[in-house]
């Protein structure tokens, strides 16, 4: 990938600094506390970020050449490297961000201190509080078997505290059903944007496929942040139990050890075709675990707009990354 500054190692986005376990930042009862302590962590990681769209301040930098407005100079990279180098500005056309959030009765599993939910709640509470620190327009959907609430993208006074109170429900709804918020946003939303999907995705590929087929068709850029607990991927249960089904509440007794090579074989499939699916559609997939740092997620985004030689703010001097 092409860097669009000088290479300097502290102009790299550092994602060892600063970072704080899920364990502690769900102790912090307050929702907007939680998401402003991940970002100001990430931030103070952020050594001058090569990708596009996320600087509130300058996109990147270029050579001086003779004739330069000299106050866009940067004189400390000068004391650093002993050449001239001229920040380039954006256009303050910001990104219209939709955030979908599953709320459905499989979220609230968890293995440990938290749920999915919990965590991934908080997920998008970090990219709010982030995108809307880059002054973008930020909107959220929640949905379990049908959409629980909606606001569309907005930046202004008060709305990033209306996104930060909707997060704050609970989980609701029983199964999950991913096409009917995806066809709310392809069926209502003009404008092209970026979806956020933050989901367990533990519904038949073929029931979403189609739906982001369509997203894509109508221009929006698509990120998916699939969220699962690490008993889930790892199938860590070492005992006979009675397990039960959380979005329909069928109960079955299991003996993992005979069961564990067929949960892995299923899962692993399942996985699969999803990325296969994302692949297809040119939609950028992570899988992350509510063991991972929150940090984690806003890198991903970032990347995932760099690589994908995508721009999140709409300037009038895109530029393509390798």
């Known amino acids: 990938m092409s860097k669009s500054e000088p290479n300097d190692e502290s102009f790299n986005l550092n994602r060892r600094a600063v970072q704080v376990s899920p364990e502690t930042v769900m102790r912090i009862k307050n929702l907007e506390m939680r998401a402003k302590i991940v970002v100001e962590g990430f931030m103070s990681g952020l050594h001058r970020s090569p990708y596009h769209g996320f600087s509130v301040e300058f996109t ?15 004189w400390k990279l000068f004391a650093r490297q002993d050449r001239y180098y001229i920040k380039r500005f954006e256009d303050e056309t910001n990104l219209r961000c939709y955030l979908l959030v599953d709320m459905s009765s499989s ?4 293995s440990g201190e938290f749920n999915k939910y919990e965590y991934a709640k908080t997920m998008a509470a970090t990219l709010a509080w982030f995108l809307n620190r880059q002054r973008d327009a930020v909107g ?13 993208p907005r930046y202004r006074a008060g709305h990033l505290r209306r996104l930060m109170v909707m997060l704050e429900n609970s989980t609701s709804g029983k199964s999950t059903d991913l096409a009917a918020p995806l066809e709310q946003i392809a ?11 933050i989901s367990d995705l533990l519904a038949p590929v073929d029931n979403f496929k189609k739906n982001l087929n369509y997203l894509r068709s109508r221009g929006h850029d698509v990120v998916i942040l699939r969220t699962l607990d690490p008993a889930e991927i790892d199938f860590t249960f070492d005992q006979a139990t009675m397990f039960q089904d959380l979005e329909s509440g069928r109960e079955i007794y299991v003996d993992p050890r005979s069961a564990a090579n067929d949960y892995k074989r299923r899962f692993e499939a399942h996985e699969a075709a ?7 559609l040119g939609i950028d997939f992570f899988q992350i675990k509510t063991d991972q740092p929150l940090e984690n997620s806003l890198f991903n985004l970032l990347q995932a707009r760099a690589q994908g030689g995508q721009s999140v703010k709409r300037t009038t001097q895109a530029r393509s990354h390798a």
């Not at 959220?140 to 569309?152: C, E, K, N, S």
């Not at 999803?274 to 297809?280: M, P, R, S, V, Y």
């Open 60 to 74: 990147d930098y270029r050579q001086y050449t003779v004739g330069d407005d000299l106050r866009y100079l940067d």
């Open 107 to 110: 979220m609230g599993f968890g």
């Open 140 to 152: 959220l959907i929640t949905f379990g078997d049908r959409i629980v609430d909606m606001i569309p």
């Open 187 to 197: 069926e209502t939303v003009s404008k092209r944007g970026l979806v956020v999907l």
């Open 274 to 280: 999803i990325k296969e699916a994302c692949d297809h």
